[in-house]
């Protein structure tokens, strides 16, 4: 694994990960989501090494601070834990995703699939549906999020949104807040408030309605939907939640959709699953008909 560095057109430099040498032809691109890097989501470094061992190179996108990693006390178990992506700047998704598209294509890779996992689809879908490029070949979607759904069932969201809005009022925006954002994620106050208005990432609306579709539509490449069967954020049906979206693309019946049985949103204990699902839809549905 190499740690690299990517630069944005904002000015904004990005730490990354590339995994295999870099005369590979197809590299997968994964955008990862909230509170998820290299270092502490087995996820996505089990799905790496596997592809590299199939000579099929990855780099782990993370978008703004996710590379930082900092220690904190989870109040609720007197523990401490370590966590990564408690700052970002949500409505530059588009440019963080560009910037490692670019990277990969600099590197002189051929065939570029582009991934992401979480609210990485999210970020994924508004780049494919807003890009004049063709650089992307294949996309691999697994368990996004429609947003708003999200905030009306995950723990503590009111309290932590009311303290952000409080917090930046004192200008605080940059500072932690005392709570786990959605019980899960330590996250700065402005960031909370940058999530609730990524207006950009309402691309999944099938259970709460409030979004945006066109970008699904406006999707250039063929590409799968991988979901867990236990995603708890996709209510009931994750099987139909995905089918929903890719209803929503121009060309449906030219993807696919995977539900892998007892996985959760995050693929816990399953990680291992889900990297060979990925290389199998790599190697079965894209490069062999992509030769």
């Known amino acids: 694994m190499e740690i690299i560095k990517v630069n944005t057109k904002r000015g904004l430099e990005l730490k990354g990960a590339l995994f295999a040498a870099k005369t590979f032809d197809t590299v997968l691109i994964m ?6 890097n290299i270092f502490q989501n087995e996820l996505l ?3 790496a090494k596997l592809l590299e ?8 996108g993370h978008a703004h601070d996710s590379f930082s990693c900092f220690a904190y006390t989870d109040h609720s178990t007197g523990k401490q834990k370590i966590s990564g992506t408690f700052d970002d700047e949500f409505s530059m998704a588009y440019s ?8 990969a294509r600099k590197l002189g890779f ?48 009111d309290i932590c949104f009311n303290t952000a809005k409080e917090w930046i009022k004192d200008g ?13 994620s330590p996250m700065k106050a402005k960031t909370v408030i940058d999530f609730y208005k990524a ?7 099938v259970l709460s309605k409030k979004g945006e579709i066109n970008s699904l539509y406006n999707m250039k490449p063929n590409g799968v939907f991988i979901i867990g069967s236990k995603d708890s954020v996709t209510g009931d049906n994750p099987k139909n939640f995905m089918e929903q979206l890719n209803a929503w693309t121009k060309n ?34 894209f490069l062999e008909v992509s030769i």
């Open 96 to 103: 963080d995703v560009e910037a490692y598209i670019e990277y």
């Open 31 to 36: 955008i990862t989501g909230i509170c998820s």
């Open 252 to 285: 449906p019946n030219t993807n696919i959709v995977i539900e892998v049985p007892g996985a959760s949103h995050i693929f816990y204990g399953k990680h291992d699953i889900y990297a060979k699902t990925v290389l199998d839809c790599i190697q079965n549905h």
């Open 45 to 47: 470094y089990s799905t």
């Open 199 to 205: 207006d950009n990432l309402k691309n999944c609306p």
């Open 110 to 157: 051929k065939k570029i699939i582009l991934a992401g996992h979480s609210l990485g689809s999210n970020k994924i879908i508004n780049y494919l549906g807003n890009t004049k490029d063709d650089f992307i070949d294949y996309f691999i979607i697994s368990s996004p999020v429609d947003i708003m759904h999200w905030w009306s069932v995950m723990p503590n969201v």
């Open 172 to 184: 605080r925006g940059d500072d932690i807040l005392p709570f786990l954002f959605g019980g899960f």
């Open 53 to 60: 061992e199939n000579s099929i190179a990855t780099i782990i």
